[in-house]
């Protein structure tokens, strides 16, 4: 989700690449949260962290390990900032419940990328 955002959100002038440190596919439940807003995740893939580190000049982390493995795989000065997002693949309880979890984590990392990318300006 925090992919889509910041493609959204950044703009064309904005390269992101997202990656995790257990790749799997997209959790549709992602997909229909963020379809409800207008952002299209379809397109994206989960791929390995390993992939990208190394040339990552910043970098947003929803987990402590993702941070720490990225940060002993890159040779390059890289700019951390760490956000502690719950996982909603980790929702349990009923469709609803579940989808009610995704929209409030997507909407927590809308507010934090905009934050974050209203103090690059």
């Given at each position: 989700?925090?992919?889509?955002?910041?493609?959204?959100?950044?703009?064309?002038?904005?390269?992101?690449?997202?990656?995790?440190?257990?790749?799997?596919?997209?959790?549709?439940?992602?997909?229909?949260?963020?379809?409800?807003?207008?952002?299209?995740?379809?397109?994206?893939?989960?791929?390995?962290?390993?992939?990208?580190?190394?040339?990552s000049l910043t970098s947003l982390?929803?987990?402590a390990t993702t941070q720490k493995?990225?940060?002993?795989?890159?040779?390059?000065?890289?700019?951390?900032?760490?956000?502690?997002?719950?996982?909603?693949?980790d929702a349990m309880g009923s469709?609803?419940?579940?989808?009610?979890?995704?929209?409030?984590?997507?909407?927590?990392?809308?507010?934090?990328?905009?934050?974050?990318?209203?103090?690059?300006?």
């Amino acid at each position: 989700m925090a992919e889509g955002w910041l493609r959204t959100l950044g703009g064309p002038e904005c390269e992101v690449f997202s990656a995790v440190t257990n790749p799997t596919r997209i959790n549709p439940l992602a997909v229909e949260a963020m379809n409800e807003v207008g952002v299209d995740i379809t397109t994206q893939l989960s791929e390995s962290v390993d992939r990208y580190v190394a040339d990552s000049l910043t970098s947003l982390s929803r987990c402590a390990t993702t941070q720490k493995k990225a940060a002993r795989c890159s040779p390059v000065r890289t700019r951390w900032f760490h956000r502690g997002f719950d996982d909603p693949a980790d929702a349990m309880g009923s469709t609803e419940d579940r989808m009610a979890f995704f929209r409030r984590v997507r909407d927590e990392i809308k507010d934090r990328i905009s934050r974050y990318l209203s103090d690059e300006t």
